[in-house]
């Protein structure tokens, strides 16, 4: 069974640029959530989708704003990019919300703010 | 979500069971324990995780105090590809919503061969 795919690995852009970031959840898995890890702040939640809404959503700037497909596969995208949005963002997946099924996680896209 | 307390780090000679301990004493009845572990550059790996039983799979056995205030993280026989960061969690369910989940330092664990 395929585990969470994010695409690209890594991605360097500049300040003011926009970014969209792809996940693709494991075969029926149906909630996707999105963390972003630095060193300094550790795993921070971003926000989190299922079945196409947006159910819980963490504590960043509206900058930072998600969807979710038909076929559960997600986006993330960050607008006007700062140098502090540098980071490993990561996907992880799960069954269902609500459930003791645990997240599993992608390898993350490296984003890094020139 | 309970806080846990980890130690910053520990070693384990290779071939020998690594015993990664955990501390929520502030654990309630609905928070599952969750083990986690993030090698360098990769995303964080899910383990293992149990609410009061002791559990078993491929990767590792969790055991959980009768009180549940602290748990253990065995990995029978390190590998040089155990060494990682290993993170503990506690984390409780409310219906219809996937709870984020939040990491702690972690303990980093190196296999020494």
């Known amino acids: 069974k395929a585990g969470v795919t994010q695409t690209p690995r890594y991605l360097i852009k500049t300040r003011g640029q926009q970014v969209t970031l792809s996940c693709s959840p494991i075969s029926g898995h149906r909630s996707v959530s999105w963390y972003q890890q630095t060193p300094g702040q550790g795993l921070q939640f971003l926000f989190e989708?299922?079945?196409?809404?947006?159910?819980n959503k963490g504590n960043f700037p509206g900058r930072f704003s998600g969807r979710q497909f038909s076929n559960s596969r997600s986006e993330m995208n960050v607008s006007t990019l700062e140098l502090g949005d540098s980071a490993l963002y990561l996907c992880?997946?799960?069954?269902?919300?609500?459930?003791?099924?645990?997240?599993?996680f992608g390898d993350g896209t490296r984003l890094s703010i020139l | 979500d309970a806080k846990t307390t980890q130690p910053p780090s520990m070693d384990c000679a290779e071939g020998r069971a690594a015993n990664l301990p955990c501390n929520h004493s502030?654990?309630?009845?609905?928070?599952?324990v969750y083990w986690y572990r993030q090698i360098h550059s990769q995303g964080p790996q899910y383990i293992i995780h149990?609410?009061?039983n002791n559990e078993t799979n491929e990767m590792a056995s969790l055991i959980i105090t009768e009180d549940r205030k602290s748990s253990t993280l065995i990995l029978p026989h390190a590998t040089l590809r155990d060494t990682a960061v290993y993170y503990c969690?506690?984390?409780?369910?409310?219906?219809?919503?996937?709870?984020?989940?939040?990491f702690g330092s972690g303990t980093q664990l190196t296999v020494l061969p």
């Open positions: 992880a997946s799960s069954l269902a919300g609500g459930t003791n099924q645990p997240q599993h």
């Open positions: 989708y299922f079945s196409e809404t947006q159910r």
């Open positions: 149990g609410l009061k």
């Open positions: 502030t654990i309630s009845g609905n928070e599952y």
């Open positions: 969690i506690v984390r409780v369910f409310s219906s219809g919503s996937a709870r984020q989940l939040t």
